[in-house]
């Protein structure tokens, strides 16, 4: 089992920046594909970026490409979502999670995450 715990998050104005991380307890965090995902109030959570457990795979949503970069640090046993040029519609509580995996460059669809954490707030003004 691991435990994630984001942080980053906060106030910025449109087209600004933040940096996400998510860091996981435990010595096995190689063996998990990362993902971040988003929930707008009021809004279905919506999949956002991931990474296989090599970080030879990536995923962005169409809505981040171009904007997003997911990446890990597994000597830190963290993964991160630099996110550029914020619009007041990213604007949601952000959450990261892991899917445990047996090949390391695979990146699992949404529905394959098992643990998450607590989520970090992302508020961009207009």
């Known amino acids: 089992q691991v435990q994630l715990v984001e942080s980053g998050g906060g106030l910025v104005q449109a087209g600004g920046s933040l940096r996400l991380s998510c860091a996981a307890s435990?010595?096995?965090?190689?063996?998990?594909?990362m993902g971040w995902f988003r929930q707008a109030p009021g809004k279905e959570r919506e999949w956002v970026a991931a990474?296989?457990?090599?970080?030879?795979?990536?995923f962005h949503a169409d809505s981040v490409k171009g904007r997003f970069t997911i990446s890990r640090d597994d000597a830190q046993n963290t993964v991160y979502l630099q996110m550029n040029s914020l619009r007041p519609e990213d604007t949601a509580v952000y959450y990261c999670a892991a899917s445990p995996q047996y090949y390391s460059d695979y990146v699992p669809p949404s529905g394959e995450y098992e643990y998450w954490g607590q989520g970090t707030q992302v508020t961009v003004s207009s």
């Open positions: 990474i296989s457990r090599n970080g030879a795979g990536t």
């Open positions: 435990g010595r096995t965090f190689s063996r998990y594909a």
